[in-house]
């Protein structure tokens, strides 16, 4: 049972690690880079994830490469995380990666989470997890096997600055159906570039009237044919460069 409070960098390039196991993290309240650059890493298995008060999980797996098996388990207990950046930060071997009931503090950043998970086809978030984020960066950036993502009324982005290159290369997504109101959003650049294999794209309650930039925000979607984007306002845009550049099936666009 591990009992100590702060486990920051424990396991730090310790690159000849390649099996984990924790039964109990209820006293533990930083976890942050605890794995960072255990490249020969491949399994961990948290019997009982929890803990009394909130843990940073920053860089907790970050260029774990070789990681193909993630286990958490809490009996759905509600884990309070007060920073998760880059958690999962070039895990581009695992495939599935199925979260805890992760709840989060208010304007967390969440840039690059699941950065470079490439081969992850499915990341599934607990129905009763909430995350409030002030950055959404990069947070799905080149997840190219992700096949579905359900994050409604999960990602509450009501205070969201930055969603630029959200889900950068998502080329396997085909369906996404957002509930983002998006009330303080300025940067918007590049957040659907190369999802190129996304027919289906609802984009519901999207305001975008604080936003500046959407310069390739929805570049190269080129299996796109019809969007509605009537909740668009663009009065405070200065930069849509190539906002729809090789959108090559679209035949309907409302606005």
Not at 17 to 27: D, E, I, K
Not at 178 to 186: A, G, H, P, V, W
Request: proline fraction near 1%.
């Amino acid at each position: 049972q591990i009992n100590n409070i702060n486990l920051s960098y424990m396991f730090y390039k310790c690159e000849n690690l390649n099996y984990a196991y924790f039964s109990n993290t209820m006293a533990v309240n930083d976890m942050r880079e605890m794995f960072y650059n255990c490249n020969s890493l491949y399994s961990i298995n948290f019997t009982n994830f929890q803990s009394d008060g909130s843990i940073n999980t920053s860089y907790l797996f970050y260029n774990c490469k070789n990681l193909i098996s993630i286990r958490f388990n809490n009996e759905g207990t509600s884990i309070y995380i007060s920073d998760i950046e880059s958690m999962f930060y070039n895990c581009s071997s695992i495939q599935e990666i199925n979260l805890p009931a992760f709840n989060t503090i208010y304007n967390i950043n969440m840039t690059r989470v699941f950065y470079n998970c490439n081969s992850a086809s499915c990341i599934t978030f607990r129905d009763y997890s909430k995350f409030y984020p002030n950055d959404l960066h990069a947070t799905f950036y080149n997840c190219k096997s992700l096949s579905s993502l359900d994050i409604n009324n999960k990602f509450i982005t009501d205070k969201t600055i930055d969603i630029s290159y959200l889900f950068y290369n998502c080329s396997n997504l085909t369906y996404l159906r957002l509930y983002f109101s998006n009330s303080l959003t300025k940067n918007m650049r590049g957040t659907f570039q190369n999802c190129n294999h996304l027919t289906n794209l609802y984009l519901l309650n999207f305001h975008t009237k604080k936003a500046e930039i959407m310069w390739d925000m929805f570049k190269g979607c080129s299996s796109i044919q019809s969007l509605n984007l009537n909740s668009f306002d663009t009065s405070m845009v200065t930069d849509m460069e190539s906002m729809f550049e090789d959108f090559s099936s679209l035949s309907s666009l409302s606005l």
